[in-house]
């Protein structure tokens, strides 16, 4: 029957009631007094009328309560329909949750409604959704409910509704029902496949005889679909929870990845680069869109060459690589000292997945290890800039020149053990007063030293003054020395300093290069340190008017040393003003 025959079936029911209702107060009032005789109708025609009209009154308000019965339905039916449909059209677990609980509220008339479902953790019922005839969400502390109807109906999978729990003999023994004073009360299960997920409880502390039998059939039905609707919004929460975490583990890889100061590459069992991190992209200097998902010997050319026998090799053998190469990459001006680290890629199974590459970038480390040889470690620190410290360049220094002097002679009589911790002992003393005073060690050449003041790398205003206070602390080390020492072992240095422009930089090939100083500069500071007997330090004219204020040093005859043709005027150095 449709919305609109009811309607209007209600309306002529309405109607006739009212026609009867008018027709038995006009039979009512055409009866005559009692004792008077007339011409009205016998009483007894009048009387099966009444009967009559009763009769009919009687079923027309059977039908009219039918009727009512069915409208209830037919709305129910119509609410279930509509509530169906949006819960149905959701994921949001809250929303449906909500929309369940005031759905259930307006169908029976309930003055509050819980919705429980079984916790995944403890494996008990925990209280949901719980809400008001006024669709506002009920505080915990209101949660006055009786939990032996709801574990009932969670144990047995049974609805239970009853319509003065005070006076329901099933329910005599429950203090909560009689604590909280609760009368009508309707709660039926949440069903997945006979499982049970939760309850729906629905009461009203206040009046008798709300609920129904029919209100508990008409629940059952809606908690059977409800139920399906929740456990997807469930579902849905705990896959989209899930993704979450999975995309915050992922993103929370790629800014490890992301953050590592080595390159990380992956390759796949088909070549593809799968896996390329911003070290890399800043290292190799090919950008991640040009290498990801790319043939990695097409991506990387510049060092695919020199790496493939590598991966070639790990893909088939197994086990961890090493390689240190030297290339030059796009993007970048200089050629990069670059090492790989190579290893198997696995899943969980130990399939192979392909190779994992680990590149870093050791040029400037090379480069530092390189100036580490001969610089102090304090003044490591302070180059700021390696590479234009390293360009050849024209710089005014102080260069000196040490030479143990004898050892020739004196290496013929001893053992190459000994005779080596015999040198090391004098070499040592030269390099302590060449760092103290942070000069800069050129080389070792066999029994001698050079050392560099106010390079680039350590610049020095006062350098001629560093280098000659080197050569005092040389000397009176060797003289400390000597006092340990016996006779045989005691040997002396010749030392040589002279001021002037050089040529500074790296020297050598491209295998092997040293920083050191070319020119006319270096020549004579070595004739001098070659003329200079045991013990002596000598000076170019250019050393002494650098130091002429503080140090004792004593005027020699000029000498012409081999290479030159004009006498140099030298000094003799012999310690400090004042001592």
């Not at 209702?21 to 009692?34: C, K």
């Not at 129910?76 to 929303?95: F, K, W």
């Amino acid at each position: 029957m449709s919305n609109s025959t009811i309607s209007q079936t209600q309306t002529d029911l309405f109607k006739l009631h009212d026609l009867i209702e008018h027709l038995a107060e006009t039979i009512s009032g055409q009866q005559p007094p009692a004792g008077e005789s007339g011409s009205a109708r016998p009483i007894g025609a009048s009387s099966e009328i009444m009967r009559t009209l009763r009769v009919v009154k009687s079923t027309v308000e059977l039908v009219e309560h039918r009727l009512e019965v069915q409208e209830k339905e037919r709305r129910q039916m119509s609410a279930l329909h509509e509530v169906g449909a949006v819960i149905n059209s959701s994921l949001d677990q809250t929303q449906v949750l909500n929309t369940v609980m005031d759905t259930i509220i307006s169908l029976t008339g309930a003055e509050r409604g819980f919705l429980m479902l079984v916790s995944d953790q403890k494996n008990e019922l925990v209280v949901e959704v719980a809400r008001n005839i006024q669709r506002e969400t009920i505080a915990e502390s209101s949660f006055e409910i009786s939990r032996s109807i709801v574990k009932t109906v969670a144990d047995t999978g049974q609805p239970i509704v009853t319509t003065n729990a005070q006076a329901d003999p099933r329910f005599l023994n429950q203090a909560s029902i009689v604590g909280y004073n609760l009368r009508s009360i309707l709660c039926v299960p949440l069903k997945i496949k006979e499982t049970t997920i939760g309850v729906l409880y629905a009461d009203n502390r206040i009046v008798s005889g709300v609920f129904t039998d029919s209100d508990r059939d008409l629940l059952a039905t809606f908690a059977n679909q409800a139920a399906v609707a929740i456990e997807n919004a469930r579902l849905f929460h705990q896959i989209r929870a899930q993704l979450g975490h999975i995309t915050e583990i992922t993103n929370l890889m790629n800014d490890v990845f992301d953050s590592i100061a080595s390159g990380v590459i992956t390759i796949d069992e088909s070549d593809f680069i799968s896996l390329y991190n911003r070290a890399a992209e800043r290292i190799l200097g090919v950008p991640g869109h040009e290498a990801l998902e790319k043939p990695y010997l097409e991506a990387l050319s510049p060092i695919s060459a020199m790496v493939e026998p590598v991966v070639e090799r790990v893909k088939n053998e197994g086990g961890f690589h090493n390689l240190e190469i030297d290339a030059v990459l796009p993007r970048r001006s200089d050629a990069a000292t670059l090492t790989f680290n190579f290893s198997p890629l696995r899943d969980i199974q130990q399939k192979s997945m392909g190779v994992a590459v680990v590149v870093e970038d050791i040029s400037e480390k090379k480069r530092l290890e390189s100036v580490r040889r001969y610089l102090p470690p304090a003044l490591v620190d302070r180059v700021r800039d390696v590479d234009a410290a390293q360009r050849p360049q024209r710089q005014t220094l102080s260069i000196m020149f040490a030479d143990v002097r004898g050892f020739s002679t004196f290496s013929e009589y001893l053992e190459p053990e000994q005779l080596i911790q015999i040198i090391n002992q004098y070499f040592t003393l030269a390099a302590r007063a060449i760092t103290e005073q942070e000069g800069m060690i050129d080389k070792f050449m066999g029994d001698a030293v050079m050392a560099l003041f106010n390079t680039p790398l350590n610049p020095q205003p006062d350098h001629a003054d560093r280098a000659a206070r080197t050569a005092l602390m040389i000397q009176a080390k060797v003289a400390e020395l000597h006092q340990t020492l016996p006779e045989e072992e005691r040997l002396h240095l010749g030392i040589g300093i002279h001021t002037g422009e050089a040529v500074v930089g790296n020297i050598g090939s491209q295998s092997r290069k040293d920083y050191s100083a070319l020119g006319d500069v270096v020549n004579l500071a070595k004739r001098l340190q070659e003329i200079a007997k045991p013990g002596q330090t000598l000076l170019s004219q250019a050393v002494y008017e650098q130091i002429q204020d503080w140090a004792d040093v004593e005027e020699l005859p000029p000498v012409q040393v081999k290479g030159r043709q004009t006498l140099e005027q030298i000094y003799l150095l012999r310690g400090e003003l004042y001592e």
